[in-house]
């Protein structure tokens, strides 16, 4: 008779074999001619069909949450608890947007999301929300639309949060790279908000929302579209730059305020300049 653990022992051996073999349809083969004690081969060979699919899962996988894959972004949020990590493991394509749900870190890995919803029944139409303690990093996040032309486009948001990260992200193509909404957000690593139609960076505040926005940059922002009317942040004010919407820390930007409507009908806001000449 075969002890149990001399089976084990056997088994682990030809699962390692097995993990070497990069085709997984040689895998049955294989098996076919691996089969140590006679008696072997159902065992083997079901543990040769759950390593297949183990590897089909891999390969079909888009994120992941530590061992598990998932095929959409929208599944791995579906299952991830506070505390988790979301890793991509390939670019995708959104058509809706993304929550990343309190206290979850989605790491992009380097990948790109293109983003190719419209606005819909919320105010605002973005790719990646963040909640209470979520985490953004390592990700890039492209736009598809006429970035000339306002509808409301984010490419990362943070709604009526609090503690939320922003790290080592590129956002480009959309009407604006980040909106920081009634939220306080930090910005670490390096932010690039460049190839954004009208601003890199809005801290402001939603109608139905009732705090005030901040932002900490204690990381290094690039917005090499920055001008006049492309400023690198902005926010929502009252006449003469009062009861603004949001504040920046940590920066040495130049800060002005302009009316961008008319004299019957104002649009009070303050531009946040990297560059101090545009500002004059």
Known sequence: DVKAADLAAVLDKVLADMKKIEDPDDIAAYVSNVDPYGEGVTT???AAKALQKEINEAKAAVATIGDANYDTLAKAIENAKKGDVITLVKDITLSETANIPEGVTLDGNGKTVTYTGVKGEKSYNSAIVLATDATLKDITVQGTKPINVWDSCYGVQAYNATGVIIEDV????CNAGILINGSSATLEGTIDVSGNGFGGIEVSKGDSLTTNSTL?????????????????AWTECEAKGANAQGTITGTDWTQVFLNNGSEESPKYQIFWFMDSKLAQ
């Open 44 to 46: 083997l060979w079901n």
């Open 170 to 173: 590129t956002v480009k193509g």
């Open 216 to 232: 900490a940059v204690k990381g290094t922002v690039i917005n090499t579209s920055e001008s006049e009317t492309n400023p690198t």
